[in-house]
Every structure is written in C-alpha cells, then in structure tokens.
C-alpha cells in the first residue's frame, strides 16, 4: 500500500500544478488598446464657474473637465491666499494644474484613474504643486442635460458644473490621444 501511494503522488502534483496554472491564466484579461465610449450624458466640455462664497474663502479650485469616450481631461485653476509652498512655486498665489484619466460610472459613484500632467499632455512626475496620480473619487449627486454637480469624496465642496460644448465620442487607440 504504501508503494501504491508514492506512484500517484507525483501524477496528483502535476495535476495540481496544471489545474493553477490554468486558473491563473484564465483569470488574467487582456485590455483592449481602444477607448471604450463612457457615459453619453458625459461627453462634452464641462466648466465650473465659480464657488458660493470663494472671496471668503482661503483657497479653492475651479475645474474644467472634458470627457471624451472613456477618458476625463482636467484643468484646475489653484487660487491660495495662504503661502503654503515654497515662495518660488507659490507665485502670486495662483496657478493651474492638468490631469488625464479614464473613468468609469458605477450607479452614483464615478472613478478615475490618471496621472497630473504637465500643459503639454506629458505626464508630471516632479515639480512645483501636485505630481504623480491623479485619483480622485467623485459622487454624482445631479446630472440634467447641462447641468452636473459632483462630491469629491476626499473634500467637502461639491463642483458645480455647466457644460459648454457637445463631443461625440469616436474610439481612438489610446495612444493616439
């Protein structure tokens, strides 16, 4: 009995060792270098015009985002009245930030997954102000047809947006962007 099980024992081993590896790569899932379309109601260029109460305020941000196909393109214009960074970042107090991401709506949640970007589109990985990923997360509390308020979830101010221009969403590789 005992030299019956040492025969099975390397069969059940390779069997074992086959059946992972097949699960492991089962599991994997190739993404596709196209964009995908996104949300319709989103497409388009979406601008906040102001803060309630910005003049009080010791700073604030006032976005601009555009949402083309599956991807999210964001410009923020920083106003601080409070020297909180080195004196050769901080300026007159104001300055502008870019990001792009791709983004994904789940019910009343929307995620987006990029990186702060220089002005030129390439990516921002030193330097004055923020640099590195851009991964905020943001509650959709309204949207009509020109209209969308989000919550970020790491700040308390909602952004109260307008939009200013339709897109239409053609697919391009993501390279090509």
């Not at 492991?24 to 190739?30: S, V």
């Not at 640099?131 to 970020?152: C, T, V, W």
Request: net charge positive; charged share 20%.
């Amino acid at each position: 009995m005992n030299r019956t099980k040492s025969t099975y024992f390397p069969w059940i081993a390779y069997l074992s060792l086959c059946l992972g590896m097949l699960s492991i790569f089962a599991g994997c899932q190739r993404h596709s270098d196209m964009q995908d379309e996104g949300e319709d109601y989103l497409q388009g260029i979406w601008v906040q015009d102001s803060i309630p109460g910005q003049a009080a305020m010791l700073n604030y941000t006032i976005h601009e985002m555009k949402f083309t196909c599956d991807s999210i393109y964001v410009t923020m214009h920083v106003h601080n009245k409070v020297k909180s960074i080195p004196d050769s970042c901080y300026g007159d107090g104001t300055w502008t930030e870019t990001a792009k991401a791709v983004y994904s709506v789940r019910q009343d949640s929307m995620i987006v997954e990029g990186v702060y970007t220089k002005p030129n589109g390439k990516q921002k990985i030193s330097g004055c102000h923020k640099h590195g990923q851009y991964i905020p997360r943001f509650m959709i509390s309204a949207k009509g047809g020109d209209s969308l308020i989000l919550e970020n979830k790491f700040e308390g101010r909602p952004i109260v947006l307008r939009k200013t221009a339709d897109i239409t969403c053609v697919p391009k590789k993501r390279w090509e962007l």
